[in-house]
């Protein structure tokens, strides 16, 4: 794959050139070949792009670096705060493709061309499988569905109870509840059923395979990827290369990733050592690179039990790898230029170790040590730039942003939800907030028990 260039910059700094009606200075195919470079807008979104553990990545990003491979060019990525911004920017000439569900509209066919991979969205049911579910609109007479208020699932459910004639129990989730939240809250059985776009759906039931969505509650709406009117080349392109026999395999494997491959990571084979005194069969390694960074070596054991189950051979669905879950970028910028190396044990640990302490050390200003270490692990989880976006989230709505429970971890949490991580404070965009929150809790809770039974 190409080195994707990230641009996430204010668009207005983006230096540009403004086009005719009639699309004078669009580049085309050839151009595009010519330049090396392919410019690519999408937004933040759990489907779009994102960043895990200071990676991009997304279901729309990573078939834009597979196109910018068939295609020999690198891949620039903007990323735009809206639809129409990116229309303008395509009409303008500033960028050559959007790759993002952009609604299939007269209004927008007037303004780009959309390719003729369409994909369909719509607002869902979400529900638990069982007996007791809900199979025509006109059943939910009587039913708790949950939603914030002031949201287009409230409103699209109150525009149902008027065309079926009343009853549905329309529930105000808190603001604090995103989606993701209803949707965990759904299959955990708190609450009964909520809405939510189907895209956030399908995604979900990666994570909660016995939830059901299969009850739409509003019109469908066709989406595609779009480029300007006048780049016929690259549209021509861009249609042959979705239909090429060779990469439906590819298509498939990338979708899985994202749609289909359970999150919920239980790595099989090594089982933590059970003897007194003992946590793993790695417990003289994770002694002696905990020493390095002043850490407790049972808490640094919690966090290698807690990502891999002392499994050096895991392989996770992002691709983070080994004993301490490394993501291959950041391996190499901790010294492990041999792909190889990061299922070493040794190598692992190491890497991992040194990569705490880094990120320990941009919280420094932190007064409380035990805050200090709950920011690490935060970090560790999803990234520090999605923790810094939530300290600042936390500092704009007067909450203490050197403090995690109560003050910067709803901010984490709401991270998911396209008001907050679109706030100009923010940086890093879209987060799933809730397992870094699990996770910090369970790395902790981990070290606890790990205390209780073995010795210093």
Not at 91 to 107: F, H, Q, R, S, V
Request: charged share 25%; net charge neutral; hydrophobic share 35%.
């Amino acid at each position: 794959m190409r080195e994707a260039v990230l641009l996430l910059s204010v668009l207005a700094l983006i230096s540009c050139h403004r086009v005719s009606e009639q699309g004078i200075g669009v580049r085309d195919l050839d151009e595009i070949v010519a330049s090396d470079t392919l410019r690519v807008l999408t937004m933040y979104g759990p489907a779009s792009y994102f960043l895990y553990r200071d990676n991009p990545m997304g279901y729309e990003y990573e078939l834009s670096s597979l196109l910018c491979d068939e295609l020999g060019v690198n891949l620039q990525i903007t990323i735009a705060p809206n639809e129409e911004t990116m229309i303008k920017m395509i009409e303008n000439g500033e960028a050559d493709l959007i790759a993002y569900k952009l609604p299939y509209t007269n209004e927008n066919k007037e303004r780009v061309a959309f390719s003729k991979k369409e994909y369909i969205t719509e607002q869902v049911l979400v529900q638990c499988k069982d007996n007791d579910m809900v199979k025509d609109v006109l059943d939910l007479c009587g039913r708790d569905v949950y939603v914030r208020k002031g949201t287009i699932y409230e409103g699209r459910l109150k525009n149902l109870n008027n065309e079926v004639g009343g009853g549905i129990n329309i529930v105000h989730a808190p603001d604090s509840l995103t989606s993701e939240d209803l949707i965990a809250s759904v299959a955990t059985h708190k609450i009964e059923m909520t809405v939510a776009s189907n895209d956030m759906a399908e995604m979900s039931k990666a994570y909660f395979p016995h939830i059901d969505y299969s009850l739409n509650i509003s019109f469908p709406q066709r989406t595609a990827w779009a480029v300007n009117k006048n780049a016929v080349g690259l549209l021509k392109y861009i249609n042959k290369w979705n239909e090429k026999k060779k990469l439906q395999k590819t298509f498939a494997q990338i979708h899985d990733k994202y749609y289909e491959r359970s999150k919920y990571f239980e790595a099989n084979g090594i089982s933590p050592v059970k003897r007194m005194g003992l946590i793993s069969q790695y417990d003289d390694i994770i002694k002696k690179y905990s020493k390095g960074i002043d850490w407790d070596w049972r808490l640094l054991a919690a966090v290698i039990y807690k990502e891999s189950k002392f499994n050096p051979n895991t392989v996770s669905w992002a691709g983070a790898c080994g004993l301490m879950q490394l993501m291959p970028n950041t391996a190499k910028t901790l010294g492990i230029e041999n792909k190889d190396d990061i299922f070493d044990p040794e190598q692992s640990i190491k890497a991992g170790a040194k990569y705490l302490k880094k990120l320990e050390k941009i919280y420094s200003s932190v007064p409380d040590k035990n805050e200090r270490l709950k920011f690490t692990l935060a970090s560790y989880n999803s990234g520090p730039a999605h923790v810094l976006d939530a300290r600042a989230l936390a500092r704009k709505y007067g909450k203490d942003p050197d403090i995690w429970d109560g003050n910067v971890a709803p901010y984490v949490l709401l991270k998911s939800e396209p008001e907050y991580y679109t706030d100009s404070v923010c940086k890093a965009g879209y987060c799933r907030g809730k397992e870094t929150i699990v996770y910090v809790d369970a790395v902790l809770e981990q070290w606890q028990k790990y205390k209780d039974r073995v010795g210093e």
